[in-house]
């Protein structure tokens, strides 16, 4: 089996994130060769940092501007090279310049994407949720060819929480302090404004920290500022690994407007730290409430605050979710799981392949 993959971001995100995991499981499988299409920037560095190997393209910008099919022709040039059985292109960038050949072109969907982009230049899509794959469905796409996959979360190394004290100590948090984490994007879809309202009802010993960078920054300074809890919150960018504020860290927090699968629900459960979401799309279909974390409702602020009181004054509820989400993180999201699910549709596309 040679699978190519074709990727297109240059920054950080969930599904580049996702990609990576993906990338680095599947170069441990025996049999199985891939290479990898990508624009310069983030996923491009993590590549070479595990050696897995690439080829760097534009994918749009001024080169594919100014030198028309630019990305196209390598792309081009390297299935011709590396002879791929099947494509992975990921999200509309990477599918844009899907190159033609005989062998199984896909494209996995981690949103509710046009797809007008997607046909004629893909036989099969992959949605990491049910929602997403209805959503195909419904817009005209084959049900046959259509297949729901998620996405995983891997085990933390082992030791990773003894990091803690010295996470906490770097945010400034003090032993009594509870440790509220909330990772995504700064965009107004992840709700982050809604956890600093919270933030501002809750007693001074809670504290903030929000892992993740976006053009809400600014924005949310001002408000965390105005909202007199500036003190409070730490804004610590982006996190290659979750680990060290997932150690530091004594409740999750997922208030997203909308959210398509969830990734940083199933981080929570992998790293055993107590959840609390809002009940939109993925977040509410992962969750049962009180089982495997608390639901609030959407963009309610006082709801978000009195589910932090509950669960930080309730040592037992603290343990039934976590214990819940860790069940459920085995069950469906470990990396085992999911890479034979992935390695099991390659092969049924695929029948004589021997892997």
Known sequence: MRLLH??????????ETFALRLFAALAKQPGLQQH??????????????????????????WWDAHTPFFTHR????????????HALAWMNRGVTFMPQGNFHKLARLGGFYDLKYYRGRVTHLIGNTQEIVDYCGQHGWPVSHT???HNFIPAPAVGWQQGRAAQRAAWGWQAGDVGLLLAGRLHPVKGVDVALHALADLPANFKLALVGQGPEQAALQALAASLGVAERVVFAGWANSMAPAAAAADIWLAPSRHEPLGNSAIDAWVHEVPLIVTAVGGLNALVDD???GLKVPQDNAAALAEAIRTLAADKALQQKVVKGGKARWQENFSEAKVVAEYLA????????LKI
């Open 147 to 149: 297949k729901l996959l």
């Open 345 to 352: 549709y390659f092969r049924c596309l695929s029948p004589t």
């Open 290 to 292: 009180g089982q495997q």
């Open 74 to 85: 390598i792309a081009r040039q390297v299935a011709q090279t590396f002879q791929p059985t």
């Open 36 to 61: 990898i299409l990508c624009r310069a920037g983030w996923v491009a560095e993590r590549c070479a940092e595990a050696n897995l190997p690439h080829n760097i393209a534009p994918f749009g910008g």
């Open 6 to 15: 074709l990727i297109g971001a240059a920054k950080p995100g969930g599904a």
